[in-house]
């Protein structure tokens, strides 16, 4: 935020003119806070820029109200907190509004809420990307609105690329599904203007993105991606997979055991599914994210909580628990029974689902359990089952 204060203020992102803490060691990076770093004489955020670039009309309406990051230009943590909490709240209600648009395109109203509740309070979204400005927050809500034009066959190639753009510059982690999504956009395009309009839209926002960071850090790419020694793809994929999933800290089917519903689903109804590219879609969407994170030497992702960085993939579980969810609703032969014990173990799972995000909304000490001691230093917590993340706020270590 105090970047987009920078812009409004000076007309520039570098924050050189304000007053920001300086120290050493934990949360500081060659003497200042570990998210900022010296560039060609800028002080630069540096991480990726979508998500400030993004929210720079919310951060213009809040100082509008009084409420700035850097009164008298002197940074003050509380209010960049407030703000982040304000507008992430506030993109995360647009994006669960989304979701509910997309169930509504297949699915009755009551399941499309059950969808929209399901994915608001039972996710990371409430858990991770309600409570900060990540880019996750902006990333999922841009893919969804990408998912609900394909959902209602409306190609508008130069907003689908302008999505997917965005959607690269505030995660570019995610570029393998980008691509992948795009290439499944050129497929379904009607004609070869449309599909001329869709690559000349993609390079023209390419170009003038990369431009940008070229000029402002003579990179490509945030500074905080530009280190080999993040990835380690060969050695140890399949035990940081296992962390991924199973982790009682970070696991995904810890935290979502409601994602079990989708792929159950998906996998008992594939042959009869709706839509089903787009269920394949999803699936190959959702695949490389979590070879991506198997692929990261901190596969852990910091000071977390639960499995944040694979909240991109929520949107195309979304996705797949309404197309099998349509499937389960015109299965003739389902009886009353089957019906009955599919619908109750989807409530129970998502129920566990909420109770087990709920701390990360609600409750300081489950972010602090990443402090105490130091995950960075002490990764064998992760796999600590006396002492888990989720039951920090019963818990004094």
């Given at each position: 935020?105090?970047?987009?204060?920078?812009?409004?203020?000076?007309?520039?992102?570098?924050?050189?003119?304000?007053?920001?803490?300086?120290?050493?060691?934990?949360?500081?990076?060659?003497?200042?806070?570990?998210?900022?770093?010296?560039?060609?004489?800028?002080?630069?955020?540096?991480?990726?820029?979508?998500?400030?670039?993004?929210?720079?009309?919310?951060?213009?309406?809040?100082?509008?109200?009084?409420?700035?990051?850097?009164?008298?230009?002197?940074?003050?943590?509380?209010?960049?907190?407030?703000?982040?909490?304000?507008?992430?709240?506030?993109?995360?209600?647009?994006?669960?509004?989304?979701?509910?648009?997309?169930?509504?395109?297949?699915?009755?109203?009551?399941?499309?809420?059950?969808?929209?509740?399901?994915?608001?309070?039972?996710?990371?979204?409430?858990?991770?990307?309600?409570?900060?400005?990540?880019?996750?927050?902006?990333?999922?809500?841009?893919i969804s609105l990408a998912?609900?034009?394909?959902?209602?066959?409306?190609?508008?190639?130069?907003?689908?690329?302008?999505?997917?753009?965005?959607?690269?510059?505030?995660?570019?982690?995610?570029?393998?599904?980008?691509?992948?999504?795009?290439?499944?956009?050129?497929?379904?395009?009607?004609?070869?203007?449309?599909?001329?309009?869709?690559?000349?839209?993609?390079?023209?926002?390419?170009?003038?993105?990369?431009?940008?960071?070229?000029?402002?850090?003579?990179?490509?790419?945030?500074?905080?991606?530009?280190?080999?020694?993040?990835?380690?793809?060969?050695?140890?994929?399949?035990?940081?997979?296992?962390?991924?999933?199973?982790?009682?800290?970070?696991?995904?089917?810890?935290?979502?055991?409601?994602?079990?519903?989708?792929?159950?689903?998906?996998?008992?109804?594939?042959?009869?599914?709706?839509?089903?590219?787009?269920?394949?879609?999803?699936?190959?969407?959702?695949?490389?994210?979590?070879?991506?994170?198997?692929?990261?030497?901190?596969?852990?992702?910091?000071?977390?909580?639960?499995?944040?960085?694979?909240?991109?993939?929520?949107?195309?579980?979304?996705?797949?628990?309404?197309?099998?969810?349509?499937?389960?609703?015109?299965?003739?032969?389902?009886?009353?029974?089957?019906?009955?014990?599919?619908?109750?173990?989807?409530?129970?799972?998502?129920?566990?689902?909420?109770?087990?995000?709920?701390?990360?909304?609600?409750?300081?000490?489950?972010?602090?359990?990443?402090?105490?001691?130091?995950?960075?230093?002490?990764?064998?917590?992760?796999?600590?089952?006396?002492?888990?993340q989720w039951l920090a706020?019963?818990?004094?270590?």
């Amino acid at each position: 935020m105090l970047m987009d204060e920078a812009i409004l203020h000076h007309g520039t992102p570098n924050m050189i003119a304000y007053r920001v803490p300086r120290g050493s060691g934990n949360g500081f990076r060659d003497g200042y806070p570990w998210q900022l770093a010296m560039l060609k004489g800028r002080l630069l955020y540096m991480w990726p820029w979508g998500a400030p670039l993004l929210s720079l009309p919310a951060v213009a309406v809040l100082n509008a109200t009084g409420i700035e990051v850097a009164p008298k230009h002197v940074y003050d943590a509380a209010n960049e907190v407030r703000m982040q909490k304000i507008v992430s709240t506030f993109l995360c209600a647009i994006g669960v509004w989304l979701l509910y648009e997309i169930a509504i395109q297949f699915i009755p109203v009551g399941w499309s809420l059950a969808i929209a509740i399901g994915a608001g309070f039972g996710t990371q979204i409430w858990s991770s990307l309600s409570r900060s400005l990540w880019g996750q927050t902006w990333y999922v809500l841009i893919i969804s609105l990408a998912i609900l034009l394909l959902v209602r066959r409306n190609i508008r190639p130069v907003l689908l690329a302008t999505l997917l753009a965005w959607a690269a510059f505030v995660r570019p982690q995610a570029l393998p599904t980008i691509i992948i999504v795009g290439v499944y956009v050129l497929v379904k395009c009607d004609s070869n203007w449309s599909r001329a309009c869709y690559v000349a839209t993609g390079v023209l926002w390419s170009l003038t993105l990369a431009f940008m960071m070229l000029f402002f850090t003579d990179h490509l790419l945030a500074s905080a991606y530009r280190s080999t020694a993040l990835f380690a793809f060969r050695h140890g994929f399949l035990q940081r997979l296992d962390g991924i999933l199973f982790s009682p800290s970070r696991g995904l089917l810890i935290f979502m055991p409601i994602v079990l519903i989708p792929f159950y689903l998906t996998v008992r109804y594939w042959h009869v599914l709706p839509k089903r590219g787009l269920a394949v879609l999803a699936l190959a969407a959702i695949t490389p994210t979590i070879a991506m994170l198997a692929s990261y030497v901190i596969w852990w992702i910091g000071y977390n909580y639960g499995p944040r960085d694979l909240a991109d993939i929520v949107p195309w579980l979304v996705l797949l628990a309404i197309l099998g969810i349509r499937a389960f609703l015109d299965d003739p032969h389902l009886s009353m029974q089957e019906s009955s014990a599919v619908i109750s173990i989807a409530v129970v799972l998502l129920t566990i689902s909420i109770l087990m995000n709920a701390p990360g909304a609600l409750s300081a000490s489950a972010t602090k359990w990443n402090e105490v001691p130091p995950l960075e230093y002490h990764p064998e917590r992760l796999w600590d089952w006396e002492h888990p993340q989720w039951l920090a706020w019963t818990q004094s270590r």
